[in-house]
Antibody, heavy 117, light 108 residues
């Protein structure tokens, strides 16, 4: 059974860079899309972006050029980097697998990131 | 930009049927996915491709479509169904993922 686990610092200072990693266990990274989603306190789900096992990536245009994603299939990990963070980036960050039918069928438990000095 | 619209809240008594709607202009041409999110937990996929139910999801969860509106129906609602429900689709032109604002289901 595939499981996902997010990891990274829980506290990031304003203007600095947020870096998170999602580790995949119990299955292969191919041929799936792997997605990042976040949820600000008391708010709904916001898609951040996805990466495909072949290397194709895309992200939410609202995050402009602040987002970078990468993956290391040999380590079965994919990562998110968000530059120049502000308090508005405070959220629970989830990673998820997008299955062949298009739905996000496996989710990590989420990791809370707070942006504060 | 493409948007999905959901009602903020729905309330039903145990044993009744809850209907949660999601509207969007492109929905006739795009698949919709539904997620259940209980407080403090990660979302769970409960319906995919408009009407399909993943294994392990109770039969009381079903999906339907009508024009620009898709509906998640929960028959015989139980207390454990109290949660936020989000619809999700993909923008046909950009391939960006879009979530609805979510609907809070309260079981009275």
């Amino acid at each position: 059974q595939v499981q996902l686990q997010e990891s990274g610092p829980g506290l990031v200072k304003p203007s600095e860079t947020l870096s998170l990693t999602c580790s995949v266990s119990g299955g292969s990274m191919s041929p799936y899309y792997w997605s990042w989603i976040r949820q600000a306190p008391g708010k709904g789900l916001e898609w951040i972006g996805y990466t495909f096992y072949s290397g194709r990536m895309d992200h939410n245009p609202s995050l402009r050029s602040r987002v970078t994603m990468s993956q290391d299939t040999s380590k079965r990990q994919f990562s998110l980097t968000l530059k120049s963070v502000t308090a508005a980036d405070t959220a629970v960050y989830f990673c998820a697998r997008v299955n062949r039918k298009g739905g996000m069928d496996v989710w990590g438990k989420g990791t809370t990131v707070t942006v504060s000095s | 930009s493409y948007e999905l619209t959901q009602s903020p809240s729905v309330s039903v008594s145990p044993g009744q049927t809850a209907s949660i709607n999601c509207s969007g202009d492109a929905l006739p041409d795009q698949n919709v996915y539904w997620y259940q999110q209980r407080p403090g937990q990660a979302p769970v996929l409960v319906i995919y491709k408009d009407v399909e139910r993943p294994s392990g999801i109770p039969e009381r969860f079903s999906g339907s479509t009508s024009g620009t509106t898709v509906t998640l129906t929960i028959s015989g609602v139980q207390a454990e169904d109290e949660a936020d429900y989000y619809c999700q689709s993909v923008d046909r032109t950009s391939s960006y993922v879009i979530f609805g604002e979510g609907t809070k289901l309260t079981v009275l």
